[in-house]
């Protein structure tokens, strides 16, 4: 069964970067796309970015302009987030889940599992 553990969440100023961490256990990085995913009580959840190294494919969510990174360690099976430039409305909880991503990266959209989130606070 695969499982998901997110950490690197924590409380920074406008402007500060974060870096966002998903080991994955239960199937290799090289078959298994996965999906960052954020949450803000009473609104849709997003997608931000994906990664499907079988098919040499990432996604990004087009308000992320550059601002956020997707990287995956095959070695540690961990996929990163790269947080830069935040501001309050990127606070929210980030949740890193299996994932499909449409072809030359063009969609993604959350699969089965799912880890339990991690909180990004943006306050001054």
């Known amino acids: 069964q695969v499982q998901l553990v997110e950490s690197g969440g924590g409380v920074v100023q406008p402007g500060e970067s974060l870096r966002l961490s998903c080991v994955v256990s239960?199937?290799?990085?090289?078959?298994?796309?996965i999906g960052w995913f954020r949450e803000v009580p009473g609104k849709e959840r997003e997608v931000i970015s994906c990664i499907d190294r079988r098919a040499n494919n990432t996604h990004y969510a087009h308000w992320v302009q550059g601002r956020f990174t997707i990287s995956a360690d095959v070695g540690k099976n961990t996929v990163f987030l790269n947080l830069n430039r935040l501001t309050s409305d990127d606070a929210a909880t980030y949740h890193c889940?299996?994932?499909?991503?449409?072809?030359?990266?063009?969609?993604?959209?959350?699969?089965?599992?799912w880890g339990q989130g991690t909180q990004v606070i943006v306050s001054s």
């Open positions: 889940a299996t994932a499909f991503v449409g072809l030359y990266g063009s969609s993604c959209i959350a699969g089965h599992y």
């Open positions: 239960g199937q290799s990085l090289d078959l298994l796309p």
